[in-house]
């Protein structure tokens, strides 16, 4: 009994943690979703927000203001963008779950991210790419990766 209870942490913990992407290896994948000049913002731009939202890992989940949370590897919040079952009035304007932004499979985060960057407010919707990106070279999020 005491060998599964650890097996059974042992799990919980490695599922809990996600997929933390590398570096080059996100770079490749968001190349592959057409993330590259997708609403006129570059891959660095993505890489660079990415970086400074999640640190790369799609399992980041933050709870803001006791209103609301934000989801995944971009960081998605769930009073605006996704539904996670919690939230008041929650807008879901990707019309998806906000679990399905914490998949390792990144698709649906990146369409969702898509549909955020095409609103008015763009890519400045995100505070860290305000904070961290915007105006500044961001050559290192992409190179030596081959995209």
Same mark, same amino acid.
Not at 28 to 49: H, P, Q
Not at 53 to 71: A, D, F, L
Not at 104 to 110: F, G, L, N, Y
Not at 111 to 135: F, L, M, T
């Given at each position: 009994?005491?060998?599964?209870?650890?097996?059974?942490?042992?799990f919980?913990s490695?599922?809990?943690q996600?997929?933390?992407f590398k570096?080059?290896?996100?770079a490749?994948?968001?190349?592959e979703?057409?993330m590259?000049?997708?609403?006129?913002?570059?891959l660095?731009n +993505?890489?660079?927000l990415?970086k +400074?939202e999640s640190?790369?890992?799609t399992?980041?989940?933050?709870?803001?203001?006791g209103?609301?949370s934000?989801?995944?590897i971009?960081?998605?919040?769930?009073?605006y +963008?996704?539904? /996670? &079952?919690?939230?008041?009035r929650?807008?879901?304007a990707?019309?998806v779950?906000?679990?399905?932004?914490?998949? /390792?499979d990144?698709?649906?985060?990146?369409?969702?991210?898509k549909?955020?960057?095409?609103r008015?407010?763009g890519?400045k &919707?995100w505070?860290a +790419?305000?904070n961290?990106c915007e105006?500044? /070279?961001l050559?290192?999020?992409?190179? &030596?990766?081959?995209?």
């Amino acid at each position: 009994m005491k060998v599964l209870l650890i097996l059974g942490f042992l799990f919980l913990s490695v599922t809990v943690q996600g997929k933390v992407f590398k570096r080059c290896e996100l770079a490749k994948r968001l190349k592959e979703l057409r993330m590259d000049g997708y609403e006129g913002i570059s891959l660095a731009n +993505w890489m660079c927000l990415i970086k +400074w939202e999640s640190s790369y890992n799609t399992q980041v989940k933050k709870h803001i203001r006791g209103k609301s949370s934000n989801y995944g590897i971009f960081q998605i919040n769930s009073h605006y +963008w996704c539904n /996670d &079952g919690k939230t008041p009035r929650s807008r879901n304007a990707c019309r998806v779950s906000c679990n399905a932004l914490l998949k /390792d499979d990144i698709t649906q985060a990146v369409a969702c991210a898509k549909e955020v960057v095409s609103r008015p407010q763009g890519i400045k &919707g995100w505070v860290a +790419w305000r904070n961290r990106c915007e105006n500044r /070279d961001l050559t290192q999020y992409v190179q &030596g990766c081959g995209v």
